[in-house]
């Protein structure tokens, strides 16, 4: 039963590369939604900044242009974040189940060493 157990362990240390290398991608789709939102907060906080601007020269010179500018980039970085969200979620998934099949992995390994 020698080979049986040297598949099995081979196995359980494939299951384990996988669920090691789901979660780096889970954790690299985490950063990119938290480097997404970051990028948000400075878009918003630089409008911010612009509103507060009390200069009427600095206002009339910026006008509806950097408005305009920045609605569309807010909106494109939105549908960056929807879609880094989506990736998070499926890594997620995909990292949960990886989690699932190591587990049930280790479980056959402990079982045939007990056995």
Do not use: H
């Amino acid at each position: 039963m020698g080979g049986a157990d040297d598949r099995l362990k081979r196995l359980a240390e494939v299951g384990t590369i996988l669920r090691d290398a789901a979660l780096a991608r889970l954790r690299a789709a985490a950063q990119e939604c938290r480097r997404i939102e970051a990028e948000i907060a400075a878009l918003d906080a630089e409008r911010r900044a612009f509103d507060d601007e009390t200069d009427p020269a600095v206002r009339a010179l910026m006008g509806d242009s950097r408005e305009r500018w920045y609605l569309r980039r807010r909106a494109a970085l939105n549908g960056a974040l929807a879609r880094a969200r989506v990736e998070e979620a499926m890594q997620m998934k995909q990292a949960a189940r990886a989690f699932g099949r190591d587990d049930a992995l280790g479980r056959l390994m402990r079982r045939a060493e007990d056995g």
